[in-house]
C-alpha cells in the first residue's frame, strides 16, 4: 500500500488558506463550540489581524466559516475572548442571550502604537458581528502594550472580571456590564518569568483533585524576546482570587508545557455546569519561527484540546493536561500492545493517518527506553526516557523540514519527578507530535514537518528489558 503524505493535519485545526495565530473568543453556544483565531487572510505570514472563525460540536471537527471581525478605524483586531451575555447585562441582547466578543484594537500610526479594549455582539450564534457604537470601552493613555483581554462572570461578586496584558503584569479589571471597567489590581510585579512581554492571561478556578478545595490558576504567554532560550512559552500560577486580586501561592514561575509549541493557550468560557469541563486550546507554534514553517498555503494549527484539572504532587499544585474523551471518536481501531522489549526492538507497524499511543511501564533503575517515529531511513523523531537522570527527551533535528530555525533542531527535555511507573500518552498528526507523561502530569507540544509518512514506531531500550503494555488507536 503506497501511503499518501497528506498536505494537512487530521486531527488539528488549521485554517484552509494563509496565516493563523493565537486562539481567540472561545466560548460554547447552543450546542457549538467556537474557535476564533488571529487571522490574516491575505498572506501566509503575520499581517493586518483579523478574527478567522471556526465551530465544532466535538471539538475535534472543526468547519471554517466566514471572518468574524474585521480591522476598522480603530485598528486591528487583536486578541481577546467571547461570553454568553446570559442575562443581558450589556442591553444588546432584546429577546434570547447572544455572544459578546471582548477584543484589542490595535493601532499603529507613526508617532505611536496605541492599544484599546472594545467590544461586539452578535444576535445569529457568532455568524455575523456588530461592533459595538462606543468603542474602544477600555483604554490607556500610556501604556502601548495593553491588550488580549480575557473575561469571566465572577459568581461570588456578580460582576465580570476581565485579565488584561499590560507590559510584563496582568491587570485585573472589573465591570457591571462590559462597558464600563473599573481597575482592581496588578499582579505579576517581581513574580513568575518576566523574560519577555505578558501576553494571553486566563484566570478560572478548579477544584483539587480528591480534595474540597478550590485553587485559582492565573496563565501567561510569554513572548518571544531577546535572549529567550526557547522562544515563546507559557507560565502559570495556583493561587486565590477574591474578586479584586489574584494571590499567587508561589514565586517561580510553572510551566504548562515544556516543548516550543503551546503559546497563547486560553480556556473555553460558558462550557455548561453539567460538563464542567475546563478545556484549553493553544496556537501550536512559537513566535521564534510560526512565520518561517514550512507548510504551503496556510501556516499554523491549534494544538488539540486539553482538559485542565488540579493535582497535588509532594505539595506542589500543578494542572494536569488529557486529551478530550471526544477524541476516542475519531479512531477506527485500537490494538493492545503487551510486550517485553530488549535492545534488539519492537516494530509497531502503523496505517496511513494519526496515531494515538498510550504505553505504561515500570521504571529500572538505569538505561533508557527510546521510541522512534520512523518516516524513513534517514527521517525519525525521537523521543527518548532516560530512566537514570529521569528525563524525557523529544528530539526532531532529523524529523524533516528543520533548517527553517536554528531553535526548531534542538532537543525539548523534561525532567519528571520520582515516578515508578511511567505513564505515557502521544498524540501524533501530519505535522506535530503531542506527549502527555504521567497522566498528563508533564505536557510537551512540538511540531514537525517530515517530507514522507509514518511508516512504524519502534520500540527499544539500551540495555536488559522492560515490560511494557499499553495500546495504540488508528
Ligand atoms: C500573542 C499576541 C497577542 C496579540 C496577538 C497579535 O501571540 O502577540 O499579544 O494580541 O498575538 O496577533
Not at 241 to 255: L, P, T, V
Amino acid at each position: 500500500v503506497t501511503k499518501v503524505n497528506p498536505s494537512r493535519p487530521y486531527l488539528h485545526y488549521a485554517p484552509e488558506k494563509n496565516w493563523m495565530n493565537d486562539p481567540n473568543g472561545l466560548v460554547f453556544f447552543n450546542n457549538e463550540y467556537h474557535l476564533f483565531y488571529q487571522y490574516h487572510p491575505n498572506g501566509t505570514t503575520w499581517g493586518p489581524m483579523h478574527w478567522g472563525h471556526a465551530v465544532s460540536r466535538n471539538l475535534i471537527d472543526w468547519e471554517e466559516l466566514p471572518i468574524a471581525l474585521y480591522p476598522d478605524q480603530h485598528g486591528m483586531i487583536f486578541s481577546g475572548s467571547a461570553v454568553v451575555d446570559w442575562h443581558n447585562t450589556t442591553g444588546f441582547f432584546d429577546d434570547e442571550p447572544g455572544l459578546v466578543a471582548i477584543f484589542t484594537h490595535h493601532k499603529d500610526t507613526d508617532s505611536k502604537v496605541v492599544q484599546s479594549q472594545s467590544l461586539a455582539y452578535s444576535l445569529d450564534d457568532g455568524r455575523t458581528w456588530i461592533k459595538y457604537k462606543g468603542n474602544p470601552v477600555l483604554s490607556h493613555p500610556t501604556n502601548p502594550d495593553f491588550r488580549d483581554p480575557k473575561v469571566f462572570w465572577h459568581h461570588e461578586t456578580d460582576k465580570w472580571i476581565m485579565v488584561l496584558a499590560t507590559d510584563q503584569t496582568i491587570s485585573i479589571y472589573s465591570s457591571q456590564n462590559l462597558i464600563n471597567w473599573v481597575f482592581e489590581s496588578e499582579f505579576g510585579t517581581n513574580i513568575g518569568s518576566h523574560e519577555g512581554v505578558w501576553e494571553c492571561p486566563d484566570l478560572f478556578a478548579l477544584k483539587v483533585e480528591g480534595t474540597k478545595e478550590v485553587k485559582w490558576v492565573m496563565i501567561v504567554s510569554i513572548g518571544d524576546g531577546e535572549g529567550l532560550t526557547y522562544g515563546s512559552r507559557t507560565q502559570y500560577f495556583t493561587g486565590s482570587f477574591n474578586g479584586k486580586e489574584f494571590i499567587s501561592e508561589h514565586s517561580e514561575a510553572k510551566w504548562l508545557d515544556y516543548g516550543r509549541d503551546q503559546y497563547a493557550g486560553v480556556t473555553f468560557s460558558d462550557i455548561p455546569q453539567e460538563d464542567s469541563r475546563r478545556m484549553l486550546i493553544g496556537w501550536m507554534s512559537n513566535w521564534r519561527y510560526a512565520n518561517q514553517v514550512p507548510t504551503e498555503g496556510w501556516r499554523s494549527q491549534m494544538t488539540l484540546p486539553r482538559e485542565l484539572t488540579l493535582k497535588e504532587f509532594e505539595g506542589n499544585t500543578k494542572l494536569v493536561q488529557h486529551f478530550p474523551k471526544e477524541l476516542d471518536n475519531w479512531f477506527n481501531h485500537t490494538s493492545e500492545i503487551e510486550r517485553t522489549v530488549d535492545s534488539s526492538g519492537l516494530n509497531i507497524e502503523v496505517e496511513q493517518g494519526p496515531v494515538y499511543l498510550s504505553l505504561n511501564t515500570q521504571r529500572p533503575k538505569s538505561g533508557e527506553l527510546q521510541i522512534a517515529l520512523n518516516y524513513s531511513e534517514q527521517t525519525y523523531t525521537l523521543i527518548q526516557l532516560n530512566f537514570n537522570e529521569k528525563k524525557l527527551s523529544l528530539k526532531r533535528s532529523k524529523s524533516g523540514r528543520v533548517n527553517f530555525s536554528e531553535l526548531f533542531s534542538k532537543d525539548q527535555e523534561l525532567f519528571f519527578s520520582d515516578i515508578a511507573d511511567l505513564q505515557l500518552t502521544v498524540v501524533i498528526d501530519t505535522f506535530s507530535v503531542e506527549l502527555l507523561l504521567n497522566e498528563g502530569e508533564y505536557a510537551l507540544t512540538s511540531l514537525q514537518f517530515p517530507n514522507d509518512s509514518l511508516k512504524n514506531i519502534n520500540l527499544k531500550v539500551s540495555t536488559g528489558e522492560v515490560s511494557i503494555r499499553g495500546m495504540i488507536k488508528q
